[in-house]
């Protein structure tokens, strides 16, 4: 799939300020310094677009971006890049320590078809797990990006997969990505689960 254009369009405050064209709307979500804006900027295939629209201090904004692309199926949507949760609080207040803003937005956005949940393989938290089993409950089929791919080594790879696999209960069909944005490893595949969940199958 050709990405034939991606802007950023804004920053919402609130559910009101949200786009009203339409779009369907693809949500990225993961741990603060997971890797979010990098992989926005390798799928798009443009250096520095996720970061000039997310300075700190808007961390708090539903980030939008508009993007275009040359399949019929999925001739535009929406990413959006959602505030990271941070390291240092406990897995029973995720909900509250990511904002009303967050919650209310995956939980009653009707427009919102598929959603990145990016987690560092390499440190897997409870409070991803957490985080993980929330957005399945509010009906999402969450699509794991494993991220920063390129740290690991061959049997390293293979143990971060068993662990996740382990930890998260995950069934055989439940979408997992290995991907790094060095190396761009895992972007076809990740394009693939994207145009599943926007465009469905075929
Ligand atoms: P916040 O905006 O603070 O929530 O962080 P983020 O999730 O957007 O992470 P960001 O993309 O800014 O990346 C955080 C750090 O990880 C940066 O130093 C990146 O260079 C590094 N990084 C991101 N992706 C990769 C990757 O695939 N491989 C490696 N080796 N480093 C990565
Ligand atoms: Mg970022």
Redesign the pocket.
Known sequence: MKVTAAEFLKSCASLDQCPQEGLLELACV?R???????LINTLLNRKGLAKVS?PPGKTRLLNYFRISTSDPALRHFYLVDLP?YGYAKVAKTVREEWGSLINQYLASQSTLRGVLFLVDGRVTQREDETAYQWLKGLGHRPIIVL??M??LKGNERRNCLAALQERFQLLDDDPVIAH???TREGTDALWGAIRNALAGPG
């Not at 603060?32 to 990098?38: L, R």
């Open positions: 993961g603060s310094n997971v890797g979010k804006s990098s997310r990271g991220t920063k390129d740290k790094s944005s060095l």
